[in-house]
Nanobody
Framework: QVQLVESGGGLVQAGGSLRLSCVVSGGTFASYGMGWFRQAPGKERAFVAAIRWSGGETYYADSVKGRFTISRDNAKNAVYLHMNSLESDDTAVYYC???????????????????WGQGTQVTVSS
């Protein structure tokens, strides 16, 4: 059974940085595309970033371009989200998810992701 465990969330001041981690157990991590989504209170879960199986291509929501960086380490079965210049609008629960197609078709569509972690809370104080 595939499991995803996120960590690294917390409380940070606006302008600060955090790094989220997601470790995947089970399955064949190196073949998966991986994504990060977030859900703020009262809002739908929204795409943040995605990375192809090889790490060679990455994709970002417009709201985080230039501030967030997604990366992966296939040797550690891990995907990361480096978040800089955090803003109050970044406050949300952040989820990592598996896209079964390493090529990440429809990468921003959460319905294409098959497995999700439990989420980690990020709170940005202004």
């Amino acid at each position: 059974q595939v499991q995803l465990v996120e960590s690294g969330g917390g409380l940070v001041q606006a302008g600060g940085s955090l790094r989220l981690s997601c470790v995947v157990s089970g399955g064949t991590f190196a073949s998966y595309g991986m994504g990060w989504f977030r859900q703020a209170p009262g809002k739908e879960r929204a795409f943040v970033a995605a990375i192809r199986w090889s790490g060679g291509e990455t994709y970002y929501a417009d709201s985080v371009k230039g501030r967030f960086t997604i990366s992966r380490d296939n040797a550690k079965n891990a995907v990361y989200l480096h978040m800089n210049s955090l803003e109050s609008d970044d406050t949300a629960v952040y989820y990592c998810a598996i896209h079964p197609a390493g090529g990440l078709y429809s990468y921003s569509n959460r319905n294409k992701y098959t497995n999700w972690g439990q989420g980690t809370q990020v709170t940005v104080s202004s």
